[in-house]
Structures are given as C-alpha cells and as structure tokens.
C-alpha cells in the first residue's frame, strides 16, 4: 500500500479520492448531480465544499443541475423551496433551526438524496454530514437521517493572548494575526471557519479569559468584525472577553463599579458600537474576581450584580454573558473545591436570561480525573454552560496521546442525583433536565499556527470529539474515535480497531501515571509541566501541591467528608452517601474524597502504598503497550504521521516514568516502605527530579511567573 503524505493541515476534512472501487461506483450512480437552492453566503459556502469534498471523493467535477434531474441526485434545499412532492416525503416538524434531514427518496425511478432543513446553516450542517457518511463509506440507499443540536451555543475558547502568545497553548502561537487584520485574510481563517461548521461548532470567544481592554477599542473591533464576516456563512458567532476593568483601562473612567451611572452607560455604548459592525455579535465571556482579575467584588458588589449590569447592556441586542465560575480566593480559607458552588448558589434564578454561568467539568481545575462541579446538580433555574479544557493543561500538553472525549463522556454521564437517578450532567447541560431556555458547551481551544493545528496529530480528535458532543451531549466516546479515525485516517478494519482500542484506554493510562485513586493537583507548579507533589511555598496555599494530597506519615489524601471540609454535602444526598463511605466510594476517587492510612486495604487486598505503586507502573506499561500497538500500525498510516505519533509517544513514555518515579520517591519519605514488586525501580533520585526546572515551558502566563 501506498499513501499521500499528509501534514494533517486538512484535519478530518481531506477530500482524497475513495479508493474502494465498489464503494466509488455506487456512490458516483447514486449522486450524478446536484441541484442546489439558489442562495447567499452559506449556500455559496455549501457549493465550494461540495465542489472540493464531492468533487476530490468521487474524483470528478460536480455536474449542477435542475430538479427534476435526469439521473440520481443530490438535492440541497430547505424544506420551503423544495417541489410538493418532495415535501410530502418528508418532515420537518421536529427539527429546530440548525436542524437537517438527510433522506433518500425515490421518484419516478430516479433516487433523490436530500438534505433540507429551515435554515441555510442546517442544510451546510447536513452537507458536512453527507461527506463525512461518504468519506466512512456508508450506505446512501434507504437514508433517513434527522439530527438537531441539542445544546443552543458549541463554542471554544480561545485562550490568546493580542501578542499572539497563548495561554495554555502548546501548538504554536494564535491563529489570529492581529498585526495583518483587518486587510489579509488567511486562509486558515476560512479552515477554521469550515472545520468548525463540520462538527457544528456555532461560537467562538477569540481572546484570552485573562483579558485585555484593548480587544474593545476601535482599533481590534475593526479586525474581529473582519473575522466575524469571514465566519458568519458558517454559522459561527464571535465573542470577545470583557475585562471588567475596561471602563477605566481603555474609558477613562475613575470606576467600573457595575453600579455607576456612568458605568453602565459606558458598557451600553460598547454594545451599541460592537453592534453596528457585528450585527450577529455573541456577546461577552467574562472572568471577573478570579486569579487577580478585576470583577464586581472590586467595588463591593456581587458577580450577580456585574453579570446582569452587563447582560442588560447585551439585551436589545439579544447577547449573551457568559459569567466563569471559576473563581477562589486566597481570602477564603475554605475548601479551594467547595468556593465557587458558595459564591453562585445563592443567586440560582437571580440572573437574567441571557446570562449563562461557564462551569468547570470539576470542582478544582481541569485534572486527569474530577468528579463533576457539584454547580451542577444544584442550580436548576440558571442556565449552566459547561467548560471542558481541548488544551492539554493538565494531560501532558500536546505531547501525550490521552484521547479527552473519554474523559467528557465520564463527566457527562455522571448523575447528579438531582432530580432522583438518571439526573446525568449531559440532561443538565442540555437542557432536558429543567427545561432550560439557554444552554451551553464551551472547550478551551487546542488549537495554534502548528501546521496539522493541533501539535500531536491526535490532538485533532479532541477538537473533533468535543464539537460532536457539543451538538449531542449523550453520544459515546468510542463511537466518535470511530468517525474520526476513518475520516482522518483510513477505513481499515484492523487500522480501526486496534487504534480506537489504544484511544480509549489512554484516558485511564494517563490517569494511572500522573494522578492515581484520586490525587489531584501534583503539578509542577505554574506551567505545570510534570510532577511537583514536593512544592509548598507559594503564596497561596491553594496553589501548592502539598495542600490537595495532604500526604503525612500517617497518611495521604483530601478528607472531603464530614470530618474534613464537607465539600460532599455540596452534591445530592445519594452522591454523598455513595462517596463519602468508604465501602461505596469508587477506588477512582479514593484520594479526592479521603485522607487514609499508608497501610488501608483496598479492594484488591493490597495496601494503598503498594496500590498507588501498581497504579503508577500500570500507567507506564499502559503506554508501552501504546508503542507497540502503534508500531503495528505502520502498513496503515503514512509515514509522516506514524513517524510523528511514534515520536510523541517516545516522549510520552519517559514523562510517564518521570511522574511515577518522581511522585513515589517523594511520597516515600512519609510512608516509609518498601515499593511493590511490581514497580520497576526510579531511574533517578528523588533530588534530581525536584531540581529539574523549566523556565521556558510553552503555555505560560507571563505575569504568573
Ligand atoms: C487555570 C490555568 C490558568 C487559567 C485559569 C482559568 O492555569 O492559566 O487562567 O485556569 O481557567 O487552569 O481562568
């Protein structure tokens, strides 16, 4: 076999010929021309991607044609403009606005396949679906396909800085060239716009959270309402991040007192301007009073209060506030977990409504393994958005291959108890739970100027698997790998199988050798670049590592029960009663909830130090297997990529080794014992792994260093 090298720019989106002969015949029968609805800007966008998708699959120029044809073809109309007939094949009843049919039909002998909707962005919905149907080698014949987002805005969050560096980013500086806007418009702009659309992806917030006034000045507004014109055919709605201090910073004001007359004036004459260039404008992601960002609290006032000043100031519009929740104080001598959930319950169904409050998948901050933001289950009438994190952080930046929708689907199939089983977070998020009105998913982007976009070539299936549980927060993990894998890799069976297999598994992996049982927070700190269990002398306490593993020669672990901080009762009864005994607690989140002698026996009959240490070497032996795996692969994939994976799981496997040698000699000073049989022996001491510093590690913020 022999393939086309492939750099990974095209993402899932690489319109190569289809190279099973069978399977081109039929489809190249089955779709002979198209007809299109005449129409704007996203039908024109529709025909491009049909000329260069349909065009490169069935490796042919697309013939367009009027409807009725006089062979098989591909009909792309909304519901009102198709012929009668048509229509009463079809229904369109349970659709909402981005919502499409895909639907083969036959008349007078001649097959029609259809993609209708109301809208034009439902029918580029569809398109994007058809070639990803065709690109599986699916089966057109008989199709009835109806699909509608169930959450109202998919979004990511950019977190990029106006110098282009990014915060968090670990695949090279931000796509959006400020210096060349509003005049040049890259060609990636226009890719990433495509991309987007095709895993339906309807919001985009361009600027770091830790913001900066000047992205509200004339001078940025004028190259964000380029990008908005360049994104608008496909459905995508900028937001921009509102630093509460703006009034002041770039208004000349002496306050930003949400309160102030002058104050809210100034923000309802920011809307008013953003307005009249970005007409379809999202609206603001705003962190306030959080990590040193300045807020409401600032002024004495309450995040309700700065939310909704600024919400009124969005309505005549009709955008949105986006509030974080993330927000802790060093002030607040509680539980770092238990903060946010008592700054915001209180005000449930206080918030105006369109206002969204951003949560955190968990309670701390983006680790390998949280139980759900207890907000969740607790704030039934304020519509909640959830908050995942694309960008490695946390999971090896965008070295590691850690497959992340397996870590979306465990926080969205999680229950809440909240209104009895089967409460999941996904029914919240989406709505179904209280009938929400507004409802969204937001995913920190992962996303830079590296040719393939994303770093590690799998780090696409993150963008990917985030946008496809966006649009359905109930889909699972393993059949979105599938989808992406064909339509990025091959359709191989064997390729297939054995890759999904190593995709899935390198959650748990990841889990096993940075933040076994449930330790949290062991990072290094600052750019949290590799282990730093050891660190403890930052000014803030909660910043430390020693403050979440609490390890002592007694013991190690969090006590998050009643005798601890109680961050249990935060969740329902039935959680707390599960989590907090010890019988009942899953061994996942054993140390998240917990703090247990060095000797407590686990289920396996093991102590929980030998424990931790088999845990730990599973992991590094989870991605030797990886390596093998992948090595197995190489008559599947092109030589650039499986070169580049194999690489990146070299480095992989060493970090793997670092953190568990690192984490298990430091946390032997206090237990004292011997490691289990079946830990391999450190590579190193443990004073060499302390005194490994990085002071140019990519991603970090630089007023934190
Ligand atoms: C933390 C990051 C920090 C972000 C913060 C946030 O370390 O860079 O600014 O989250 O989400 O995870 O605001």
Same mark, same amino acid.
């Given at each position: 076999?022999?393939?086309?090298?492939?750099?990974?720019?095209?993402?899932?989106?690489?319109?190569?010929?289809?190279?099973?002969?069978?399977?081109?015949?039929?489809?190249?029968?089955?779709?002979?021309?198209?007809?299109?609805?005449?129409?704007?800007?996203?039908?024109?966008?529709?025909?491009?991607?049909?000329?260069?998708?349909?065009?490169?699959?069935?490796?042919?120029?697309?013939?367009?044609?009027?409807?009725?044809?006089?062979?098989?073809?591909?009909?792309? =109309?909304?519901? #009102?403009? /198709?012929?009668?007939?048509? +229509? %009463? !094949? $079809?229904?369109?009843? &349970?659709?909402?606005?981005?919502?499409?049919?895909?639907?083969?039909?036959?008349? =007078?002998?001649? #097959?029609? /396949?259809?993609?209708?909707? +109301? %809208? !034009? $962005?439902?029918?580029? &919905?569809?398109?994007?679906?058809?070639?990803?149907?065709?690109?599986?080698?699916?089966?057109?014949? #008989?199709?009835?396909?109806?699909?509608?987002?169930?959450?109202?805005?998919?979004?990511?969050?950019?977190?990029?800085?106006?110098?282009?560096?990014?915060?968090?980013?670990?695949?090279?500086?931000?796509?959006?060239?400020?210096?060349?806007?509003?005049?040049?418009?890259?060609?990636?702009?226009?890719?990433?716009?495509?991309?987007?659309?095709?895993?339906?992806?309807?919001?985009?917030?361009?600027?770091?959270?830790?913001?900066?006034?000047?992205?509200?000045?004339?001078?940025?507004?004028?190259?964000?309402?380029?990008?908005?014109?360049?994104?608008?055919?496909?459905?995508?709605?900028?937001?921009?991040?509102?630093?509460?201090?703006?009034?002041?910073?770039?208004?000349?004001?002496?306050?930003?007192?949400?309160?102030?007359?002058?104050?809210?004036?100034?923000?309802?004459?920011?809307?008013?301007?953003?307005?009249?260039?970005?007409?379809?404008?999202?609206?603001?992601?705003?962190?306030?009073?959080?990590?040193?960002?300045?807020?409401?609290?600032?002024?004495?006032?309450?995040?309700?209060?700065?939310?909704?000043?600024?919400?009124?100031?969005?309505?005549?519009?009709?955008?949105?506030?986006?509030?974080?929740?993330?927000?802790?104080?060093?002030?607040?001598?509680?539980?770092?977990?238990?903060?946010?959930?008592?700054?915001?319950?209180?005000?449930?169904?206080?918030?105006?409504?369109?206002?969204?409050?951003?949560?955190?998948?968990?309670?701390?901050?983006?680790?390998?393994?949280?139980?759900?933001?207890?907000?969740?289950?607790?704030?039934?009438?304020?519509?909640?958005?959830?908050?995942?994190?694309?960008?490695?952080?946390?999971?090896?930046?965008?070295?590691?291959?850690?497959?992340?929708?397996?870590?979306?689907?465990?926080?969205?199939?999680?229950?809440?108890?909240?209104?009895?089983?089967?409460?999941?977070?996904?029914?919240?998020?989406?709505?179904?739970?209280?009938?929400?009105?507004?409802?969204?998913?937001?995913?920190?982007?992962?996303?830079?100027?590296?040719?393939?976009?994303?770093?590690?070539?799998?780090?696409?299936?993150?963008?990917?698997?985030?946008?496809?549980?966006?649009?359905?927060?109930?889909?699972?993990?393993?059949?979105?790998?599938?989808?992406?894998?064909?339509?990025?890799?091959?359709?191989?069976?064997?390729?297939?199988?054995?890759?999904?297999?190593?995709?899935?598994?390198?959650?748990?992996?990841?889990?096993?050798?940075?933040?076994?049982?449930?330790?949290?927070?062991?990072?290094?700190?600052?750019?949290?670049?590799?282990?730093?269990?050891?660190?403890?002398?930052?000014?803030?306490?909660?910043?430390?590592?020693?403050?979440?593993?609490?390890?002592?020669?007694?013991?190690?672990?969090?006590?998050?029960?009643?005798?601890?901080?109680?961050?249990?009762?935060?969740?329902?009864?039935?959680?707390?009663?599960?989590?907090?005994?010890?019988?009942?607690?899953?061994?996942?989140?054993?140390?998240?909830?917990?703090?247990?002698?060095?000797?407590?026996?686990?289920?396996?009959?093991?102590?929980?130090?030998?424990?931790?240490?088999?845990?730990?070497?599973?992991?590094?032996?989870?991605?030797?297997?990886?390596?093998?795996?992948?090595?197995?692969?190489?008559?599947?994939?092109?030589?650039?990529?499986?070169?580049?994976?194999?690489?990146?799981?070299?480095?992989?496997?060493?970090?793997?080794?670092?953190?568990?040698?690192?984490?298990?000699?430091?946390?032997?000073?206090?237990?004292?014992?011997?490691?289990?049989?079946?830990?391999?022996?450190?590579?190193?001491?443990?004073?060499?792994?302390?005194?490994?510093?990085?002071?140019?590690?990519?991603?970090?913020?630089?007023?934190?260093?």
């Amino acid at each position: 076999m022999s393939f086309a090298m492939s750099n990974g720019y095209e993402l899932w989106l690489n319109y190569d010929k289809i190279s099973d002969d069978t399977v081109l015949k039929t489809y190249r029968n089955q779709l002979q021309s198209v007809f299109m609805e005449e129409g704007g800007a996203t039908m024109e966008a529709i025909m491009m991607e049909l000329e260069m998708g349909l065009g490169g699959l069935l490796d042919r120029e697309i013939r367009f044609d009027s409807l009725p044809s006089s062979g098989n073809q591909l009909v792309v =109309s909304k519901y #009102g403009s /198709l012929p009668k007939d048509f +229509k %009463e !094949d $079809i229904n369109i009843d &349970y659709l909402n606005s981005e919502g499409y049919i895909i639907k083969h039909i036959k008349k =007078s002998g001649r #097959g029609y /396949l259809v993609i209708t909707g +109301k %809208e !034009d $962005i439902g029918l580029l &919905y569809g398109t994007f679906h058809l070639l990803r149907i065709l690109k599986m080698h699916q089966t057109l014949e #008989g199709l009835n396909l109806e699909e509608s987002p169930k959450v109202d805005i998919r979004m990511l969050n950019h977190w990029d800085n106006l110098d282009r560096t990014i915060e968090r980013g670990y695949s090279g500086f931000s796509i959006w060239n400020w210096q060349t806007l509003p005049d040049y418009i890259d060609q990636r702009y226009i890719d990433y716009a495509r991309a987007n659309a095709s895993i339906g992806i309807n919001a985009t917030a361009l600027t770091n959270v830790n913001a900066n006034a000047l992205i509200l000045t004339p001078q940025y507004l004028e190259k964000v309402q380029a990008l908005a014109e360049v994104f608008r055919p496909y459905g995508l709605k900028v937001y921009l991040t509102a630093r509460f201090s703006a009034p002041m910073e770039i208004g000349g004001l002496e306050t930003a007192d949400p309160l102030d007359q002058e104050v809210i004036q100034w923000w309802k004459n920011k809307a008013a301007e953003i307005y009249k260039s970005i007409p379809d404008f999202g609206g603001f992601l705003v962190k306030a009073n959080s990590e040193g960002q300045p807020g409401p609290q600032n002024y004495g006032r309450t995040h309700l209060d700065g939310t909704n000043m600024l919400a009124d100031a969005l309505t005549p519009y009709k955008g949105n506030v986006i509030w974080r929740a993330f927000v802790y104080s060093e002030h607040d001598a509680e539980d770092r977990a238990k903060q946010a959930y008592s700054e915001f319950v209180p005000d449930d169904g206080k918030y105006r409504d369109n206002v969204l409050i951003q949560v955190k998948n968990g309670p701390i901050d983006f680790q390998p393994r949280e139980p759900f933001h207890p907000m969740f289950g607790a704030m039934p009438n304020t519509p909640l958005m959830m908050e995942f994190q694309i960008t490695k952080e946390y999971l090896g930046f965008a070295t590691h291959l850690v497959y992340l929708p397996k870590l979306f689907e465990e926080v969205l199939q999680s229950d809440t108890y909240q209104k009895g089983k089967g409460s999941t977070v996904a029914k919240m998020v989406d709505g179904s739970l209280n009938t929400k009105k507004l409802t969204g998913m937001a995913g920190v982007s992962n996303i830079g100027t590296d040719t393939n976009w994303t770093g590690h070539p799998f780090g696409q299936a993150d963008w990917y698997g985030f946008g496809r549980l966006a649009w359905d927060p109930s889909m699972n993990s393993e059949a979105i790998a599938d989808e992406w894998l064909r339509t990025t890799f091959s359709n191989d069976e064997e390729f297939i199988k054995s890759v999904k297999k190593m995709m899935l598994e390198s959650r748990e992996a990841v889990v096993n050798y940075m933040n076994p049982l449930g330790l949290h927070h062991i990072f290094d700190t600052s750019h949290h670049y590799g282990p730093g269990p050891w660190v403890g002398n930052l000014s803030r306490p909660e910043w430390n590592p020693v403050y979440y593993h609490k390890a002592d020669e007694d013991g190690i672990g969090f006590d998050r029960t009643k005798t601890g901080s109680n961050a249990l009762s935060q969740y329902a009864p039935a959680f707390e009663e599960k989590f907090g005994n010890l019988e009942t607690c899953p061994e996942e989140y054993l140390l998240w909830f917990h703090h247990l002698p060095w000797d407590y026996q686990l289920k396996s009959g093991r102590t929980l130090w030998d424990g931790l240490g088999i845990k730990y070497q599973q992991g590094v032996d989870q991605v030797k297997q990886m390596i093998n795996t992948w090595e197995n692969m190489k008559p599947y994939v092109d030589e650039y990529r499986h070169n580049q994976v194999r690489m990146l799981l070299g480095i992989q496997l060493k970090e793997a080794k670092w953190w568990r040698d690192a984490c298990m000699l430091y946390f032997q000073t206090f237990s004292k014992m011997d490691f289990p049989k079946e830990m391999e022996s450190p590579e190193n001491t443990l004073e060499y792994y302390k005194s490994l510093k990085f002071p140019y590690a990519p991603g970090i913020r630089p007023q934190w260093d």
